[in-house]
Every structure is written in C-alpha cells, then in structure tokens.
C-alpha cells in the first residue's frame, strides 16, 4: 500500500502557481510565454538533446527544430534515431536533425561521443541533458558502478565545456547565449537528508528498506544532476563564463519511460498505475514545455542572473529543491568524487 502512495504522490505532485506562466494550450488567460508563439529564431544555433529519440527528449527536439536549429539527436541506436527523425514534423522553415552516437553507461563512450562532436561543429548553443535510465533496477556496470549513477552527463558535459565557452565568448556576438540544461526529478523528495556522495560505496547505494528502492536510486541520480548544475555554475561564474546552467523537472508525464516504470510492478498496482497516469498525466508534448523554456526563453537570458543555477519545476517556476539539493557542500562533494572515480577509470 505504501508504495502506490507513494507513486500516487509522485504523479499528483502540484507546482506552485507562481512566477512564470506557461501555455499549456488549454488556457484562456494572456500568458507570458508560449510555446508557439515565443520560442525565439534558432536559426544558426546548434543544439544537442541526448536522449532525443523517445519521449520528452523527441517531444524537445519537435519543438525546437520547428524554429531552425540544427539539432543532434545523441542516442545509442542509430535505428531508433533514423525512426525517431522520421516521425518529425519537419514543416518549411525547420531545421536539421543528425544522429550523434552517445552511450552514456560508459564514460570512455561518452567522452569520445563529445570529442567525435567536437570535429565535427565549431559552435554549440544549447545542451539539453535530457537522457536517463527509464528504470532503476540495481546492476552494476564494468567499473563497479551502479547503471544508474553511470549514466550521468558529466563527462559529456565537461569534454563539450571548451566549446560552449568558445561560443558563449564569441567576440562578434555580444548577446551569445550558451545554456546548459539538466533534467532532473521531483523523486529526490524522497530522499533522506544525510544522503552523501563521498565515495564508490554511496554511490552504489542500493537504498534497501526504503518503500521504493527503485525509485530511491533514481531519485539519487536526479539529485546529482542538480549537484552537478549548482557546481557548474558555480565555476563558470567564478571565470566569468555567461553560460546558465538550470536543472528541472519536467514534471510526471505519460511518456514510453512512464509505462515502463508503470509495468514494473504487480499484476495488482499495474493497472491502477496505468490508469492513473493516463487520466492524470500530460503527454510528452505539453511535458517538455518546462525544458524548452529552459533552453530557449528569451527571459532567462534577459534575466541571467535570476535563473542561473536555478531548479524550475513547471510551469517553469523557480523552486527549492531539497535541503541536500540546496547544499554547495554537496555540490562539490559529488564533483571532487566523480573526478576521482573517473581519474581511476583513466576518463
């Protein structure tokens, strides 16, 4: 019983109603940002979403290639990019899409991933860190880390650092606008507040005896991501980098990942899950809009240093996240850690 309330939680959480308002496309109100209206030209800009063949990734990629950016959907399969593309509404005046080859359960992968990038593009707009594991089951990976903590955008992040910031600083362009954006979960609410990232062993945390280990463990991995955000931007900001970095969550929504994580459990929750999610939870399209603010609302450049290093939950509001969420402490705890894990991994 605790767990489908704790699922039921997860899929009725409510946002606050305040700061920015977003067009979810029912509204009768004037809002301030629309989707179809606002999203600026991106003609020229160049933009990665990892993750970009299936659910919110897909749903991002639409939005934006509508408006003429040339967009890499970074993803294992090449078979499921070239399905995924195919699927896009490509209407006059869109941009490109290309596959870019990213296996983020490795780090030897990932980096090469950025680096093959690298030779190929002389700028970089817009990283979308939107790829993750759609379950959490405990597994391990070659370097004796858990699947879930592997997966992460650090190293793939920091390969691609140099050529964000050699964009951001482009001397021809004043008003640059490099972002990188990381999605995270509202799953971290379940966490304790003494979690740590001191060590392999925290980070192999299998969160056993909690009511959902599971869900324990990706709320874990979301967590770094906003870890990671609030370090990076803090050092960028100490270099004078104008790169914002925002983490968020996109809320809960009926995507593919959805029905799996809804699958994965007793013949008897199964249904109800299902049918819970499908009654309640926004598609994938109208999921996205808090990631695509993110990533290209002319607002959070307008106001840089309101959102930099900020966690938005939709409608992209700025919220707090958590007390460990909060902690600079741990920010940099995570960093100095997943440097030394990958130091021994020779990354």
Not at 166 to 190: C, G, H, L, M, Y
Request: net charge neutral; aromatic share 6%; hydrophobic share 40%.
């Amino acid at each position: 019983m605790s767990k489908i309330c704790s699922y039921a939680r997860l899929i009725a959480f409510q946002v606050p109603s305040t700061s920015v308002h977003l067009n979810m496309g029912n509204s009768s109100s004037s809002p301030q940002w629309d989707i179809d209206r606002d999203v600026p030209n991106l003609e020229g800009k160049v933009i990665i979403v990892t993750g970009g063949n299936a659910g919110l990734g897909f749903a991002t990629v639409q939005h934006l290639v509508r408006h003429g950016a040339k967009i890499y959907m970074a993803s294992r399969s090449k078979e499921k990019v070239e399905a995924a593309i195919a699927k896009l509404d490509l209407r006059e005046g869109a941009g490109s899409v290309e596959w870019l080859e990213l296996d983020l359960g490795d780090p030897r992968k990932a980096k090469a991933s950025a680096e093959k990038f690298l030779e190929k593009e002389a700028r970089l707009e817009i990283l979308v860190n939107n790829a993750a594991m759609v379950n959490a089951i405990y597994k391990k990976s070659i370097d004796d880390i858990q699947d879930v903590m592997v997966t992460n955008p650090f190293i793939f992040t920091k390969t691609l650092l140099p050529l964000l910031e050699k964009t951001a600083a482009a001397a021809n362009e004043p008003n640059s606008d490099v972002r990188i954006v990381n999605v995270s979960s509202r799953a971290i609410q379940f966490l304790s507040d003494d979690i740590r990232f001191r060590n392999r062993e925290d980070f192999n945390d299998e969160h056993t005896g909690g009511f959902s280990p599971s869900l324990l463990r990706a709320g874990r991995s979301k967590l770094a991501n906003i870890l990671f955000t609030k370090q990076l931007q803090s050092d960028l900001d100490a270099k004078n980098v104008p790169i914002i970095t925002i983490a968020l969550s996109p809320g809960t929504v009926n995507t593919e990942g959805t029905q799996i994580v809804m699958n994965d459990n007793n013949w008897i929750l199964r249904p109800i899950l299902t049918f819970l999610s499908n009654l309640l939870l926004p598609t994938a399209v109208k999921g996205a809009y808090t990631q695509v603010f993110a990533a290209v609302a002319p607002i959070v450049r307008q106001e840089a240093d309101k959102y930099k290093g900020v966690f938005l939950m939709p409608p992209a509001v700025i919220s707090k996240t958590s007390k460990p969420g909060e902690s600079g402490e741990l920010a940099k705890e995570l960093w100095e850690t997943t440097e030394a894990l990958l130091n021994e991994l020779g990354v």
